[in-house]
Structures are given as C-alpha cells and as structure tokens.
C-alpha cells in the first residue's frame, strides 16, 4: 500500500472515531435535557443502550453539558 493511500486510510478512521465519541456526546446530553437533568437516570439509559459494564461517570457528563 503507497504511503498516501495508508495516510488517507488513516484520517478517514479518525473521522470515523471522532463522529462516533461525538454522537455519543451528543446522545449523553440529550438523555441528560429528557431526564430532567438526574445524573443516575441517564447513566441507566446510556448502560442500557451501549451495554457497557460502566457508564460515565456523574462529573464526565457534567462536563460534557
């Protein structure tokens, strides 16, 4: 594979991360707005829809809103 192309291949995956890590924000601070701004309730929901074993902590999405 040339160089550009392993270069371009990489900056597209980057991309790609960055617009996942940003629709998660994105989903965390909606959650936060519909549940009234109760910290617990959205860490819930978040575990439920990404079934993680943790969900993020009460002071990241509070600096995420």
């Known amino acids: 594979m040339s160089v550009l192309?392993?270069?371009m291949t990489l900056i597209f995956t980057n991309r790609v991360i960055w617009l996942y890590?940003?629709?998660k924000r994105?989903?965390?601070t909606i959650l936060v707005i519909e549940n009234r701004r109760s910290f617990v309730l959205t860490q819930r929901v978040y575990h439920r829809k990404y079934r993680l074993k943790q969900a993020p902590s009460d002071n990241t999405i509070r600096r995420l809103v």
């Open 26 to 28: 994105q989903f965390t």
């Open 5 to 7: 192309k392993h270069r």
């Open 21 to 23: 890590v940003f629709l």
